[in-house]
């Protein structure tokens, strides 16, 4: 079965840098897109960033544009997103997902789940 393993959450300060990783193993991983998400206390999950299966098309949700940077190694079956310039609204649990079918860009598969905070 598919499985999702993310990493590299933690506390930072405002402005400050992390980089997520998510490790995919159970299927082909250069075959499918991916994606993180993230979810605030009290608020719905939200799309984050995604990219294809060859990371040449990288897709981001409107706040995170400039700050954030997902990439793909698909000789590791890893998924990495740089975030620079953290803001206390960015505060939530980040989760990784995988496309259910390839093309669909339709996220079915979850990790589960890393925090990131950070302080004003």
């Known amino acids: 079965q598919v499985q999702l393993v993310e990493s590299g959450g933690g506390l930072v300060q405002a402005g400050g840098s992390l980089r997520l990783s998510c490790a995919a193993s159970?299927?082909?991983?250069?075959?499918?897109?991916m994606g993180w998400f993230r979810q605030a206390p009290g608020k719905e999950r939200e799309f984050v960033a995604g990219?294809?299966?060859?990371?040449?098309?990288?897709r981001y949700t409107e706040s995170v544009k400039g700050r954030f940077t997902l990439s793909r190694d698909n000789t590791k079956n890893t998924v990495y997103l740089q975030m620079n310039s953290l803001k206390p609204e960015d505060t939530a649990v980040y989760y990784c997902?995988?496309?259910?079918?390839?093309?669909?860009?339709?996220?079915?598969?979850w990790g589960q789940g890393t925090q990131v905070t950070v302080s004003s």
């Open positions: 997902a995988s496309e259910t079918s390839r093309g669909s860009w339709t996220f079915g598969y």
């Open positions: 159970g299927r082909t991983f250069s075959s499918y897109a």
């Open positions: 990219i294809n299966s060859s990371g040449g098309v990288s």
